[in-house]
C-alpha cells in the first residue's frame, strides 16, 4: 500500500529529476558530472606534475650547461674552489626556472595530452560521460597558480639572486673589490630645503670629500652656503675645521667662491 508519505517522496524524486534534466538541458552540463571527475581530475594533476617536474629539470640542465659552456674559460682563470662554484650555479637555478618555466608547462601539458590519447584514455574518458572542457579545469588552475608564482619570483626573488650572482661574479672572477668598498663620485643629493653636493664619499673611513651645502628657505631662496674640505658627515660638517659658510638674505645673491685650499 502506498502511503502519503511514499508519495510525497516520489514527487521529490521526479522534480529533482527533472531538475538535473532541466540544467543540462540549460547548461549543456549534468550536475553529476561535476562532481563524478574529482578522482579524475587528481589522476590528471599527478600525471601533469610528474610531466612538469622532468620538464622543468631537462630545461634547467640545459640552461646551465649552456651558462657553464660560455663561460668556462673565464671559471677556469679565476681557479674559484668548488664551494664558490656550487654557490654560483645555485643561484643562477631561480633565474633559469624564471625564464623556463612556461615553456615546462606547456610542454607538460602536451605530453600529459598526449600520453592520454595514446593509451586510448581520452575515449574512456568520453564514455564516462565528460567532455574534454572539463578535463582543462585543474589544468587550467594550475596554470594561474604557475603565473603567479612567476610573478612573486620575477618582482621580489629574482632581483635578489641576480645582485647576488653580480657580486660573486665580480669579486670571485673579475677581482674586482666589493661594491660596499668601492668609494662614490660626485653625488648630488636634495634634503629639505638643501641640496647637497659631495664630490667623494670614502666608504672605508665614513668621510666626506669637497662637501658644499645649499641651504634654501621655503620660497626656494639661497639662505646659506657651506662647504668644507672633509667631514665625517652632513651634521659635522660645521665641526671640520675646514668648514667655510656664508649667509645670504635669501633675494638670489650668487654664491660665492671659496678662497685658498678650499673648492
Known amino acids: 500500500m502506498i502511503t502519503a508519505s511514499d508519495g510525497q517522496m516520489a514527487t521529490k524524486i521526479h522534480k529533482s529529476y527533472h531538475g538535473e534534466r532541466f540544467w543540462a538541458k540549460l547548461t549543456g552540463t549534468d550536475l553529476r558530472s561535476l562532481v563524478r571527475p574529482l578522482l579524475l581530475y587528481s589522476y590528471l594533476i599527478r600525471q601533469f606534475s610528474h610531466h612538469f617536474l622532468l620538464s622543468l629539470a631537462a630545461f634547467i640542465s640545459i640552461f646551465l ?6 663561460k668556462i674559460d673565464r671559471l677556469l682563470q679565476a681557479d ?18 624564471a625564464q623556463i618555466l612556461p615553456a615546462a608547462v606547456m610542454l607538460a601539458v602536451i605530453l600529459t595530452f598526449g600520453l592520454l590519447a595514446r593509451r586510448r584514455e ?3 574518458i568520453k564514455c564516462a560521460g565528460i567532455n574534454m ?3 582543462m579545469v585543474p589544468l587550467v588552475a594550475l596554470a594561474l597558480l604557475f603565473s603567479l608564482l ?11 639572486f641576480q645582485q647576488q650572482v653580480n657580486i660573486l661574479w665580480e669579486t670571485k ?4 673589490p666589493a661594491r660596499e668598498l668601492m668609494d662614490l663620485k660626485s653625488l648630488w643629493y636634495k634634503g629639505d630645503r638643501a641640496i647637497f653636493h659631495i664630490l667623494e664619499f670614502r666608504k672605508d673611513t665614513k ?4 662637501v658644499k651645502i645649499y641651504a634654501f628657505d621655503q620660497n626656494f631662496h639661497l639662505i646659506q652656503f657651506l662647504a668644507a674640505r672633509e667631514a665625517a658627515g652632513p651634521a659635522n660638517i660645521g665641526n671640520s675645521p675646514t668648514a667655510w659658510s656664508r649667509p645670504f638674505s635669501g633675494r638670489g645673491e650668487p654664491a660665492p667662491r671659496l678662497s685658498g685650499n678650499e673648492t
Open 80 to 97: 674559484l674552489s668548488l664551494g664558490s662554484l656550487t654557490a654560483y650555479f645555485l643561484l643562477k637555478v631561480p633565474l633559469a626556472a
Open 173 to 176: 672572477v673579475e677581482n674586482k
Open 65 to 70: 650547461l649552456v651558462d657553464i659552456f660560455e
Open 122 to 124: 581520452t575515449i574512456a
Open 133 to 135: 572542457i572539463q578535463l
Open 150 to 160: 612567476l610573478a612573486l619570483l620575477q618582482l621580489y626573488l629574482n632581483p635578489w
Open 207 to 210: 668621510t666626506m670629500i669637497n
